[in-house]
């Protein structure tokens, strides 16, 4: 259950950043709220597995680069990692659309604060 809660935080956070930043779209087959639904759950997994996989990786790699900058470095890698889901998802004819460094930096914030304000409004059922 905590996972399908994570996955529609992500899908959120990912739908905000669509809507708030010009040059990040989500794009779907078909008009309608059903598919831009299902397409922004089908990116919000490709988000959390990239996240999963690949951002320790590349956190890790740059870690001297973490430390000189005191962690706002980990906004390039958060605009890294929406990129990376962008690229993935661009193998398919719909899913996220993301043109320019800027665009993926300022999706990546309003990604960060918006998974991080919902965490804390839906905590974990420990």
Do not use: C
Not at 11 to 34: F, Q, R, S
């Amino acid at each position: 259950m905590q996972l399908v809660v994570r996955l529609i935080i992500n899908a959120a956070a990912i739908w905000l950043a669509a809507v708030w930043v010009d040059k990040i779209d989500v794009i779907t087959p078909a008009e309608g709220n059903g598919a831009k639904i299902i397409v922004l759950l089908a990116v919000a997994v490709v988000f959390t597995m990239v996240n999963a996989l690949v951002k320790p990786i590349v956190k890790l790699l740059s870690l001297p680069l973490l430390i000189v900058t005191l962690g706002l470095f980990l906004l390039v890698i958060n605009a890294l990692m929406l990129w990376l889901t962008a690229e993935i998802t661009a193998l398919t004819d719909y899913g996220l659309r993301v043109e320019g460094f800027w665009a993926a930096v300022f999706g990546g914030i309003i990604v960060s604060i918006v998974n991080w304000v919902l965490g804390v409004l839906v905590p974990d059922s420990d």
